[in-house]
């Protein structure tokens, strides 16, 4: 096959994620690319194959018969590709466990406890990355994830649920009456905006506060009403300890939001007896 005949590998791996998504914007949130480059990748796919690669379907996008083969072919050799980079990576010597986790669990609950799991097994090297939402793990190099489950997941991914998502108000043990009584400020998370409405929504016997202040990452908003700056609502999961600690406290206890945090792990990629260890203590230790 001449050069020329091949497409961009770029161009497949856009196409490909917006055929299996269904839209370009969830594509190019997946691939950390603005909804612009997505689109111009794919439309110079189609140009340069001179081929009708979507269709509309409703508010999305479908693959039509030929772009759906070539989709699929795509997402084949991509894969194919990983898992060779992964046995070359493996063969070559024993590679380090690169474990991507989201920024405010990696700092509030994964890194007090990541010690546990060296003492235990200090033959087993672990890199710890941060990163939230959809990855890519031949991409990034990552080799195993924890996430929380509100995005799409690749079909070929191997999810092990670690713990249903709740979430309430925490505060410093001294707030609790001005709390019950509404007089507090609200502290959320950027990454959450709706969170506060959405739980006071459930929740009509609360008290509402008097603002709602957000800040960039839940480890800020929970260190801020652990100084007495507000309420924030937390996911128990990263206020744990401050509770048993006595640091922070959850007089009206916690919610399910509908949500879970989950293990991602690339299926097609062989799990080796050190990745094994490691997921078994994570499942172990997850509250």
């Known amino acids: ?51 009708q690669l979507l269709e509309p379907d409703g508010r999305g996008v479908r693959p039509t018969r030929d772009g759906l083969r070539l989709a699929e072919a795509a997402t084949d050799a991509m894969q ?19 474990l ?12 007090p406890r990541l010690s546990d799991f ?16 959809a990855l890519d793990f031949a991409r990034d190099r990552v080799t195993l994830a924890i996430r929380r489950l509100d995005f799409p997941l690749d079909p070929d991914w191997t999810v092990t649920i670690l713990a249903q998502e709740t979430v309430g108000p925490v ?15 609200a502290l959320g998370a950027r990454t959450r905006p709706e969170a506060w409405k959405n739980w006071l929504a459930s929740r009509p016997d609360m008290p509402t506060p008097r603002d709602i202040r957000l800040y960039d990452h839940h480890f800020m908003m929970l260190e801020a009403a652990a100084n007495g700056l507000g309420v924030a609502l937390s996911p128990y999961i990263i206020a744990t300890d401050d509770l048993a600690t006595g640091r922070l406290a959850a007089p009206v206890g916690f919610d399910a939001d509908g949500t879970s945090y989950g293990l991602i792990w690339p299926g097609r990629m062989e799990m080796t007896e050190n990745v094994r260890a490691l997921e078994e203590w994570i499942i172990k230790h997850m509250p």
């Not at 590709?81 to 024993?94: F, T």
């Not at 043990?173 to 400020?185: K, N």
């Open 1 to 51: 096959m001449k050069r020329s005949d091949m497409p961009s590998l770029d161009d497949l791996r856009a196409f490909a994620a917006v055929a299996r998504l269904g839209s370009v914007r969830a594509a190019a949130t997946e691939l950390a690319l603005t909804h612009g480059a997505v689109s111009r990748r794919v439309s110079k796919l189609a140009h340069d194959l001179k081929l």
């Open 80 to 98: 194919g590709i990983a898992a060779a980079l992964a046995e070359i990576r493996s063969s070559s010597g024993v590679q380090p466990i690169v």
């Open 100 to 111: 991507s986790c989201e920024r405010s669990l990696a700092m509030r609950w994964l890194i």
């Open 118 to 133: 060296q003492d235990r097994h200090p033959g087993i090297d672990v890199h710890l990355s941060t990163g939230g939402g």
């Open 171 to 185: 505060m410093r043990p001294d707030r609790a009456q001005r709390f019950a009584s509404g007089d507090y400020l």
